[in-house]
DNA sequence: TTTAAATAGTACTAAAATAGTCCTGTATTC
DNA sequence: GAATACAGGACTATTTTAGTACTATTTAAA
């Protein structure tokens, strides 16, 4: 139905090896080789993370990286904000929304009504919850889209 | 952070009209005429909520579509579920998963909990709330996928 | 009983988004 | 100053989504 990217998965996989190094500071190929991912992935992830402050980064030699936070203050929603950005459902339910119809609609639609919900179900959960999640090496692997949908179409809605 | 997809944007606009019509059978044409969707893509949505039993057809000359119950008593869960199958956000929280550490895994994990709060938030929407959501044609346009991500990696976890 | 309108199903093509790689620059340690 | 590691961005490949086309079946009406 709704799903996160790999990407993410990967990423809050990269943040429970942190969590689990404690202060340590890890560089991006040593996590790469913990977790069983490409290195070049997990820096990329640890880059977003970084500059959504989810981690902090010592450049140089002997850097690397820290959870910028304790692993209960870090919750899924912020993962997800990090490394997918921050959008919603539709263009109008997110706060920055360009919408050229937004003034037509009515205000506090459903959608932003799920998408609130969405949000404040992901801002309960914490990485120290989703580290419990996955025990030690990733178990998840991402559903791919479904079957969905045949064939059909031409113009668009304007 | 979440979308849905376009498709299912659309396929709310062409249930929304079904609702409007009452018991009236439309067409996929007429849909399409109401909507300013194109008529190939109105067809195939209609194609899938009939087989999820969300609306009903009637074939032959002069045929065409409604909904199968009262539009309060069609959720925005289903309306998904139709559209983009019931997938869930990792393999694991859906309930036929087929994901091979599933017994390692911790039962009643964080992304099933996500999961499920996200179902009960789209099973208490109607279609009713929907409609109310979008006034007279379709005002929303589905976000593209944000900014995201940059680039980096190799090897899949296994 | 034939023709036309309409749904059912499926295969295919095109476009867009996601995932993954690489390269260049900068900071830091030894 | 050489080696290590992060920062940032451009680029490529893959996967997913969106959109189209075609064939079969059903039904009403001429």
Redesign the pocket.
Known sequence: MF?I????D?GTVVLARLAEADEEL????EIAAATGL?T??V??L??QL??AELVT?????????RLARAPGAITAAEIIDAL?GPVAITECSGQDSSCEFEEVCTVGNSWQQINLQIRRALADISLTELQKARPVIPTFR?V???A?????????QH
Chains 1, 2 share one sequence.
């Open positions: 799903r990217s790999k990407l993410t990967y890890l560089s991006a190929t490409g070049p992935t820096s990329k640890l880059k970084a500059r980064s010592e450049r140089g030699a002997n850097g690397g990286y997918e991402l791919p889209m479904p969905g949908i045949p064939r059909g179409n031409k113009s668009d």
